[in-house]
Structure formats: C-alpha cells, structure tokens
C-alpha cells in the first residue's frame, strides 16, 4: 500500500520524505514474524520492514497490544496511538489469540514458514506458548529466533519488568547524567530505542550466517546490556579506576574537561564542547577570569572552577551572535535547540529525517524515519501502520487456509479478521 507524495504546508517547515522513491529491497524475500509490544520489538521489526522484509506482526485480538492503547503526553491522533503509528510502518498485523490451542497452532504454521521470529515477551512466555526457540527449530532449523528482554532469561531479574526508565536507574545511567543531585533521566526512551538498534543488527548477521551455512540460530539483546553498551566509554574509565563525579554546574559529563558543558546565555544556552581554554579566552579578547586557567594541565582538575569563570563571560551574548564568534575561531559549539526549533532546521531538513505519511483514521502523521541511506533504494513508507487484524485473511490465505477455515477461526474468536 503507497502513500502519495504528500507537500508540506507548515511554513517553512523541512521538506517531509513522504515514501516516494524506488524502495528498499535489502531483506526482499525475508518472512518475519513479531511477538512484539511497547517499543524495543516493534522498532527492531520495524527496522527490519523498512529494508525491505516482510513483517507480520501478532497481535492480541480484541483490544491490541500495549501500544495501540497508550500514547505519550496522552496524545493521541483521532484516537491512534502515536506510539503505535511510530513504531510499526511497513507492517502486516494479524489479530490471533495465543491463549487458545488453535491460536498457537496457526502462530506455529506462521513459524515454520519464516525466517526470522522476533520476541520481546518476558522470558519464558514463548516456551510455555510452545513457541521458544527450541521448539520451532526442530520444524524449522533455519530460523533466526531473535528476542528482547529487560536482563536476560537467564538473569535472576528476569520475571522483573524491563522497562527504560527502570533500566537506566539500574545499568547506572541516572547516576551519570546531569549535575550533582538527585538522579537524571535521559530526556528519551535510550535504553528501548538502543536495544531495538541492537537487535536489527544481531537479526541481519544472523540472515548473513544462515545464507552462508543454511543454518539459524538465537539472538538475544538484553536493555540492561544496551544500556550498558550505550556507555561503553565512560564505564571503561570508572572500571580502570577513574574518579567520577557529576559536577555541581553545567558541565555535561563526569569525564571530559573543561568548558565542555552548556552555558547560558540572554536567549537560552550554547554548548561547548573540546575546546582548549587559552583558545576561548583568544576569542573573547583574553579577558582576566580566564588568565589563571590557561595552562592545559589544569582542563579537568580545575574543570569546574574554570566552569565558573567562563559563564558569566557569555550571558550578555544571544545564541547565534556567541555561535559565530567561536566558529569564527575554530571554536566547536553549538546552540541548544528545542524540538521546536527543529521544525525549521536547515540541517534537519537537509537529512530528510523527517517521514509524513497519511492514515486513514489518524489523518497525517509525522514520524522519525528509517535513519540510514542506502544507494540502493530508499526506506520509505509503503505500508502504513496496520488496523488490528488487518491482514489476517491475507496472511492465513498465504499460509494455504481456505475461506471455511478462516472463517470458522474467526467465528470462535481465535482470529480477528
């Protein structure tokens, strides 16, 4: 199903990818199958729909999984979860009931013919749906089975939620984050997106080894080993016995030296990130409250001393007068934008980051897109996120059910068609 070209109206707004273009047919022929709720298996199978697989997603019949039902800032678009329509384009949805034994016999066809399954169910519930990796490779030993969880099956906190917020306190990302004081969360779900990143690419080295060998096998990412791997380089420091502290101002790690940080300024705040002081002080006109920190040894041990006297150097700039003085001195930084600057940003709409597509209940929507290029093709929106059950008389007719049965399944409830 295309979506037309759709021309961007807001103002000077970023022109919108809207999924015109020849496609992309990276994983063309690959059968996906998606036991996936909230966001980290539905953005993995999304990942792996945008390059062209084909993704059928199971969901539950009657009301539909968590993120149909629940949208962030509770906002919702007619009604559509703005979760849902972020997280599922260029999907296929079948509304099957796994609770019931007919259930998890067509979800065990559906198996036997895919390539990949993808799960982020808690550990342990695929097993006891006769549906664990062990049970479907038997049938199938070609398959990539491919699931996400909080801490692992095999953690002792694995009957424990993992959800991100929870995930950062645990894998220390809440200890790090900010200035000294209470714990900082990231200002976005780190932990779930990083984790669906991590299990795209686990699943498409996985189909390279089976084309090699014929072969499947299992993959399993972990958010607490995302979260860890999302702060590979300051951990290191911490585990070959680097102090860390947070500091007590706007300086934005435990690790890097000075100025590196934020700074306010008349009209909101400009970061700066590795700069030597002596060059600042240079393209401020070598001001006095900078004299004391000019040798370089003194970047980190001095760091938030030297915080102190830059900042009220460079409140009585606005953003874009500070920003050009510096990069006229070769000076790396950066104005703070809001999300509402980036409606007009040059650079994003360079990158075409932007995906706009119309829904034929939410009405336009407006999403991240796929975020790498390909020469090959683009990763568009050819299909738009499914109603619940939508596909199902399809995808059973591809498995060889005819009308009756279909029929039948959905009388008693087993399908929603």
Known sequence: MSTPSVENAAGDAPTISSGSGPGLGLLSGVKVVAFTTFLVGPA??????????????????????????????????????????????????IGLDLKSEAGRKVARRM?????????????????????????????????????????????PHRH???????????SGIASVTGSEGPPVASGAVVADQHAATLLALGIAGALV???????????????LQASLDLQAEVYAYHLNGADLRRPRNGLATTYHEAPYGYYKVT???????????????????????LEP??????????????????????????KDELV???????????PVKTYEDLDTDEVIASLNAIEEFEHPVAGTVRVVGHPIKYSSGTAAVHQVPPALGEHTHEI??????????IDSLSQEGTIRA
Request: with cysteine; charged share 25%; aromatic share 8%.
């Open 44 to 93: 993995a199978a999304q990942y792996l729909a945008d390059m062209g697989a084909d993704v059928v997603k199971i969901e539950e019949p009657r009301h539909g999984p968590h993120e149909r039902r629940w949208s962030g800032a509770n906002h919702f678009l007619n009604g559509e979860s703005i979760l849902y329509l972020m997280s599922t384009r260029n999907t296929r949805s």
């Open 111 to 155: 198996c036997d013919e895919a390539d990949v399954v993808v799960s982020n169910f808690r550990p342990g519930v695929m097993d006891r749906l006769g549906l664990g990796f062990d049970d479907l490779r038997q049938s199938n030993p070609g398959l990539v089975y491919a699931s996400a969880s909080g801490y692992g099956a095999r953690s």
């Open 160 to 170: 424990l939620p993992g959800q991100d917020l929870l995930v950062q306190s645990i």
């Open 209 to 223: 080894e089976k084309a090699r060998t014929g072969l499947g096998q299992e993959v399993e990412v972990t958010m």
């Open 267 to 289: 009209d909101g705040y400009v970061a700066l990130s590795i700069n030597p002081i002596a060059k600042i002080s240079a393209a401020l006109g070598a001001p006095t409250e």
């Open 293 to 318: 920190y000019l040798n370089p040894d003194l970047a980190f041990s001095a760091r938030e001393d030297i915080y102190d006297a830059l900042e009220p150097l460079l409140t009585s700039f606005k």
């Open 324 to 334: 050009k003085l510096f990069r006229e001195h070769d000076i790396w930084c950066a």
């Open 396 to 405: 059973l007719a591809e498995l060889g059910y005819d009308h009756a049965t």
